[in-house]
Structures are given as structure tokens and as C-alpha cells.
């Protein structure tokens, strides 16, 4: 078999149990989330059936003193430490490319995706970790300072040399990721075969910024080329960081349009009908539609609500029913 038929022979979503289907954000591990509560949080999420854990080697540098990352890999490597064969149990995912080179400086002095920054910065990442090898990394965001085959050459190579199991990108737009699955295709080597955005049922007004990436939020061509060219698809900040239910925390600015209040309309009815927060809802609507939601949860009660959320009995009519609300057309 070869590696681009190998990236494309993968377990689906509804193959995997249910718990496995959430990816545990540690973004904030060692930082914001100190060390006792993040080991607590990782043995429920394992607890309960957990499997996909992810963080990257620049977490998380504005929430520590330094001004660099590298926190939550740490945390990460002396959680597997503590807990003998835990390794082989779970699945990790780390990213490169968004940790600053000079931290007054961030995003214009940053790792980058080179063939040299992406070999050191996955080998830095082995060594906090504690681990030989990853499941999954990612070029965390866009380096236009280098061409894009470079590095889907050196992503590649950390597969073929078997200290990765695969590879996908981050906030990239579609055409820089089939540029370098092309590539990579055509050379018989591995092609990025996961992609990671921030994506809600809530969706933001066009031509405005959810967060720190021009191409940050899941776009319909991304979510065309994933259907066609089977590409798995990861959802950072799926709750919005806590502001379906949370209201303390208000609805973001980008998300005020006639079509939000359609949205949440239908999202209220769908959770009465089970009896669920909003937020469990949005993650089972998310599942339904083979996408795997990354949880950031901070808090024990926080996961095991996600983790609810997994085995929700959301109905095909109410998935549809949510998913057929038009975002984009006047009130009525
Ligand atoms: N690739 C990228 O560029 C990128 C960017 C961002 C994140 N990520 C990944 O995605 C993961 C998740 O991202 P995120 O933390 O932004 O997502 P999120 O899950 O939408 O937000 C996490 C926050 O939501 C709140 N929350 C969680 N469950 C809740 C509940 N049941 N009720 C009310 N509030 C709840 C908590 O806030 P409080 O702590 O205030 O209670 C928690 O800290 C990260 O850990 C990271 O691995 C990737």
C-alpha cells in the first residue's frame, strides 16, 4: 500500500466510540488550568472512554510568564509519566509553526513552517512530551515566507521517519491545502489528510475575523474539499468558549446578524426536546455531521458535559432541522 493510499484508508468518525469521537483541549494546561486540575481532567476524559488529546508547542505563550509555549506539553509528558502505559492508551495531536521566536514580537517573529523549523520544533515537542512519536501534527498556521511544498515535504518526512502517524494543517485556506496535497500526491509521499478550524453551529457574519487567522473559521470550500478528498475535520472553540451557556459570557460581536437569532431559536427547541444545554447540542450536531469538536473545558463538570453530549440522542429531523436554518437571509 502506498502512503497516499495509507492517509486515505483511515477509521471514520462513527467507527470510533463515542467519547473518542471528543478531542481534549489542553491548550490551556500549565497555564490558565494549573497542573493538579489539568491531570484531573485528563484522567475523566481517559476515564470515560477519551482518546484524542491535543496541544501545541506554543501553549500557551501569552498566558505564561516567559512569553513562550511549551507548557502544556509539558504537563502533558509528566501526566504520561505518572501513569505507566498511559501512552499507548491515548492519542496525541501538537502543532508547529505559531510558537514566537521573539516574544514581543508575535505573530511576525514566529518558528514558520521551514523544512528546519518543522523538524526542530516537532523533535522540541518529543522531548516535553516524553514520547517517541505523535499521532497527529500540525502546520499550525500559514507561513507564506515559505513555499508550501517545502513543507508539506518536511511534514512528509516526519512520517516517513515514523515520529508522526499523520499529518494536517491549521488555519489555512482550501487552495494552500490541496496545493500541498497535490504535491505530496505526486510524489507518492504522505498528503495532510486532517484539517482544524474553529467552526459552531453559531456562524459569523461574512467578511468579519473570529480570532487571530485570516482563515481561521471553517469556510464552505473547506468543508467541500474535506467531503471530496476525505479529509477528517477538527472544531476548535465549538462552545464559543462557554457563551451558549454561560451569561456571563455574551455572544461574540461577529456573530450578530438576523441569522443567529434564527439559530439559537431552533437550538433552544432542540435542547428542551432533550432535556440538554445548548452547548451539549451544538457538540451532538457537530458529531452528526462527522466533524470531531475540541473541548477546552477548564472545569471536571464542563467535561463530563461534553462527554454527554457524545452519546445525545439527536434525531436525523432534529439534526436537519438545525442545519436548515438559513444564516445568511433576512428576518422574517
Ligand atoms: N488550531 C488552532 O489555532 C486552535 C485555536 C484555539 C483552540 N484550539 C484547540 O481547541 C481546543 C478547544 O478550544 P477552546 O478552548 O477555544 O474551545 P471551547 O471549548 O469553545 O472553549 C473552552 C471554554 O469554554 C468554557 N466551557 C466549556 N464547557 C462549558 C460548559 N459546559 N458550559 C459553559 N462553559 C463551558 C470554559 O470556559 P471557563 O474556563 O471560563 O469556564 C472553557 O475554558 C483548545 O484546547 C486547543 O486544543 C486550536
Not at 457574519?205 to 476525505?230: I, K, Q, S, Y
Not at 438545525?322 to 437571509?329: G, K
Request: include cysteine; glycine fraction near 8%.
Amino acid at each position: 500500500m502506498t502512503t497516499t493510499q495509507s492517509a486515505t484508508q483511515h477509521t471514520t468518525l462513527h467507527d470510533t466510540p463515542p467519547a473518542a469521537r471528543l478531542v481534549l483541549g489542553a491548550m490551556m494546561f500549565g497555564t490558565a488550568v494549573d497542573e493538579p486540575t489539568s491531570f484531573a481532567l485528563l484522567d475523566q476524559f481517559v476515564d470515560a472512554g477519551g482518546r484524542w488529546i491535543d496541544t501545541a508547542d506554543c501553549y500557551s505563550f501569552w498566558a505564561s510568564e516567559s512569553g513562550y509555549g511549551g507548557q502544556s506539553e509539558e504537563v502533558l509528558g509528566r501526566w504520561l509519566a505518572a501513569r505507566p502505559g498511559m501512552r499507548d492508551h491515548v492519542l496525541l495531536s501538537t502543532k508547529f509553526g505559531a510558537e514566537p521566536r521573539d516574544a514581543a514580537d508575535w505573530p511576525a517573529s514566529r518558528t514558520g513552517l521551514s523544512a528546519a523549523a518543522v523538524r526542530e520544533q516537532l523533535t522540541r515537542s518529543l522531548r516535553r512530551l516524553g514520547t517517541d512519536h505523535v499521532d497527529l501534527a500540525w502546520a499550525h498556521m500559514e507561513d507564506r515566507s515559505v513555499p508550501v511544498e517545502e513543507t508539506a515535504d518536511a511534514c512528509a518526512a516526519l512520517v516517513s521517519d515514523g515520529v508522526v502517524a499523520r499529518i494536517g494543517t491549521s488555519n489555512h485556506p482550501a487552495w494552500r491545502v490541496e496545493r500541498a496535497r497535490r504535491h505530496a500526491v505526486g510524489r507518492d509521499k504522505e498528503p495532510f489528510s486532517v484539517v482544524q478550524h474553529a467552526y459552531s453551529y453559531l456562524q459569523p457574519r461574512p467578511g468579519t475575523l473570529t480570532g487571530n487567522h485570516r482563515f481561521g473559521w471553517l469556510d464552505d470550500e473547506l468543508v467541500d474539499l474535506a467531503a471530496v478528498e476525505h479529509l477528517d475535520v477538527w472544531a476548535y472553540t465549538p462552545l464559543l468558549s462557554g457563551a451558549y451557556d454561560n451569561p456571563a459570557k455574551p455572544i461574540p460581536e461577529v456573530f450578530d446578524h438576523p441569522g443567529t437569532a434564527r439559530r439559537l431559536a431552533v437550538l433552544d427547541d432542540v435542547a428542551a426536546e432533550l432535556d440538554a444545554s445548548r452547548g451539549q447540542v451544538v457538540l451532538a450536531w457537530l458529531t452528526a455531521r462527522g466533524i470531531h469538536p475540541m473541548l477546552g473545558g477548564s472545569k471536571p463538570a464542563q467535561l463530563e458535559s461534553a462527554l454527554a453530549a457524545m452519546t445525545l440522542p439527536l434525531t436525523p429531523d432534529q439534526a436537519t432541522r438545525l442545519t436548515a436554518v438559513d444564516v445568511t437571509s433576512p428576518a422574517s
